[in-house]
């Protein structure tokens, strides 16, 4: 299972659109991107999850590229509570299990 | 309440003893996880299960294994605990196929 590639941390500013982007180039037809993002000593919370289209809930947007190699996870509104490691993660098959790689960290400035 | 219950959510104990972590999950879903997490990286897997007569492998199931007593209960025992199994524990369920996982709070676990 091959890992996506994100850097490795990001820096924004307070009320402020964050763009956080990611690299699945092998990604397969039927691989889901999956974002989560984890705040230190807590458990990794879900974000958004999308196939092909792009998707919207109440925590963020997911762009997804035409050819499905990068996505990027929008933040629309920055606040100092989305200051955490974001995690852009590939699940396929029939498992739905998730294969973490290393994540950006945000840092949000006020 | 938490959708996903850990126990215990810390535990100190020495190499060699048997310990078991519990989790429960109130969301009704099929599929549930076990997850390691090291200072500094990301979560690795460790078993998973699609339902009561279901157990898989993961990344990193040696000195490992889990029991799935109910569609709601998965457990992880360390048959005879060592100290690089020192690291934070997290379960987690999910509904179905390309569906969100949904994670625990974690059972902090060392091993002297």
């Known amino acids: 299972d091959a890992k996506t590639t994100q850097p490795n941390s990001m820096e924004s500013n307070e009320e402020e659109p964050v763009h956080l982007p990611c690299n699945h180039s092998?990604?397969?037809?039927?691989?889901?991107i999956h974002w989560y993002r984890q705040l230190p000593s807590q458990g990794p919370e879900y974000v958004i999850h999308g196939l092909t289209s792009n998707v919207n809930n109440r925590m963020a947007s997911l762009a997804i590229a035409e050819d499905r190699k990068s996505s990027t996870l929008i933040l629309h509104r920055a606040t100092l509570r989305d200051a955490a490691v974001y995690y852009c993660i590939r699940s396929g098959g029939a498992t739905n299990k998730l294969i973490f790689g290393t994540g950006t960290l945000l840092a949000v400035q006020p | 309440d938490a959708d996903v219950t850990q126990t215990p959510r810390n535990r100190i104990t020495k190499t060699g003893k048997r310990i078991m972590l519990e989790c429960s999950q109130t969301?009704?879903?099929?599929?549930m996880y076990w997850y390691r997490q090291d200072p500094g990286l990301g979560l690795r897997l460790i078993y998973y299960s699609f339902d009561v007569k279901d157990i898989n492998k993961g990344e990193i199931s040696d000195g490992y294994s889990v029991s799935r007593q109910a569609q709601a209960k998965f457990s992880l025992s360390l048959e005879s605990a060592i100290p690089n199994q020192t690291a934070l524990y997290f379960c987690?369920?999910?509904?179905?196929?390309?569906?969100?996982?949904?994670f625990g709070p974690g059972t902090r676990l060392t091993v002297l």
């Open positions: 969301k009704g879903h099929d599929r």
């Open positions: 987690a369920t999910s509904a179905r196929v390309g569906g969100g996982v949904f």
């Open positions: 092998t990604i397969s037809g039927t691989d889901y």
